[in-house]
C-alpha cells in the first residue's frame, strides 16, 4: 500500500507522519523506517524506528531514492513499513508524470515484498492528478 499525505506548508502534515510512525512502532511486528531529506525529525521520531537523512548518503532524484529504498529493504526484510517525511526535498523530477511513475513503482515494489509507505508531499491537494488522489 502506498499512502499520500498531501497538503500545503503548515497544513499538519509532518505531525500527522509522527503520529503514524508512533502507531505503526506500536502495532507492526516488522521493523519501521522513516526517511527525510536533512535534520528535521531527530527529536520527534522515537528510537524504535530507524530515522534516514538522504542528504548523508548524498541520495537525490527519483531513480537515486527508489533504489536506495530497495537497497535498505534488500539489507533487511524485516522493514514492513516506510515512512518519506516531503518527498519533493529530495526528488529532482517534481512533475506529477514523474511523481505519478514514482509512485507507482512504489506500489508495485509494496505489492512485491509486503511492505507499506506513507509519503508527505507539499502541495496543493486541490491540484493533484487523478493518478494522485487515488493514494489519498
Not at 9 to 33: F, Q, W, Y
Not at 92 to 99: F, G, I, K, T, W
Amino acid at each position: 500500500m502506498v499512502k499520500l499525505i498531501m497538503g500545503l506548508s503548515g497544513s499538519g502534515k509532518t505531525k500527522t507522519l509522527i503520529d503514524l510512525v508512533r502507531e505503526a512502532i506500536d502495532k507492526e511486528h516488522g521493523d519501521v523506517v522513516c526517511i527525510e531529506k536533512s535534520k528535521h525529525l531527530t527529536y520527534d521520531i522515537p528510537y524504535q524506528a530507524r530515522l534516514i537523512r538522504t542528504d548523508d548518503y548524498s541520495v537525490k532524484g527519483n531513480t537515486m531514492l527508489y533504489g536506495f529504498l530497495c537497497g535498505l529493504h534488500a539489507g533487511n526484510y524485516d522493514i514492513t513499513r516506510f515512512f518519506i517525511d516531503d518527498l519533493n526535498k529530495i526528488l529532482d523530477d517534481r512533475s506529477n508524470e514523474a511523481l505519478e511513475k514514482f509512485l507507482v513503482s512504489l506500489e508495485q515494489f509494496s505489492q512485491r515484498e509486503n511492505t507499506d509507505f506513507t509519503i508527505t508531499i507539499n502541495a496543493d491537494p486541490e491540484k493533484a492528478s487523478d493518478e494522485l488522489k487515488k493514494y489519498f
